[in-house]
């Protein structure tokens, strides 16, 4: 990626590789401590999508289910040349943000450092009225809560797959994350996955 671009359309993921999804569960474990190697715009690519990627034809479905298909969540991409925002449909990532905000990031998670390590740091925000309008209070509590733990899960997954290794981050300033990120008002921060390769 480089500092020019503001659109970046990613490689078409695989549906299919050499680690088993068993292997992957097995293997899993969170990771704090990353190499100083960065990720491909085919890795950034596989674990969006893994995520959050179309997988179900003409009604756009996901690869991680949602409550009413209300899919209310939204991600980015943390990395040095800055933030992108992944669009789903089209699997690709617009700029958001010209500067790396990584390390504003890690402060904003209690000065959980490992963020502004990892070559990568995932962000996954909610729009909570897209579930909330068709399912009021039950949806904010629950089913917003649930599909980013379906989603969340996905990546972590599919990092182990590809020899990555990550850390579900959920302890953050909600404020400062949203002000750090310069997220839309009625969007809210729920995650931060940073992904590296594991420093061994
Ligand atoms: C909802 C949630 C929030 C978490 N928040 C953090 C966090 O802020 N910082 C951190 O280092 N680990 C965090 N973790 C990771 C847990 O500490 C980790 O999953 C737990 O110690 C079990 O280890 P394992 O993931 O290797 O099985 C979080 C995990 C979950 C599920």
């Known amino acids: 990626m480089s500092n020019s671009e503001s659109r970046i359309t990613l490689p078409p993921p695989r549906t299919g ?14 990771v704090r401590r ?21 997988t179900g034809g003409r009604a756009a479905l996901r690869a991680a289910p949602s409550a009413g298909a209300c899919h209310p969540l939204e991600f980015y991409v943390c990395r040095a040349d800055g933030v992108w925002h992944y669009e789903p449909q089209q699997h690709r990532l617009v700029r958001h943000l010209e500067q790396d905000v990584r390390a504003e990031l890690a402060e904003a998670a209690w000065r959980q450092r490992f963020i502004a390590e990892a070559p990568c740091a995932f962000v996954i925000s909610a729009i909570f009225e897209r579930t909330t309008r068709r399912y009021g209070e039950r949806g904010r509590l629950r089913y917003v809560p649930m599909d980013v733990g379906h989603a969340a899960e996905n990546l972590l997954l599919q990092a182990v797959a590809m020899g990555l290794a990550s850390v579900p981050v959920g302890a953050f300033d909600d404020t400062a994350v949203k002000r750090v990120l310069a997220l839309p008002r009625n969007e809210e921060p729920l995650y931060i996955l940073p992904v590296g390769y594991p420093k061994l």
């Not at 050499?18 to 899993?28: C, F, G, K, W, Y």
């Not at 990353?34 to 179309?54: H, K, S, T």
Request: charged residues 15%.
């Open 17 to 30: 590789g050499p680690v088993s999804l068993e292997t992957a569960i097995a293997q899993r474990r969170s």
């Open 34 to 54: 990353y190499a100083p190697r960065d990720l491909n715009l085919e890795q950034i690519g596989q674990l969006l999508w893994a995520a959050q990627g179309i």
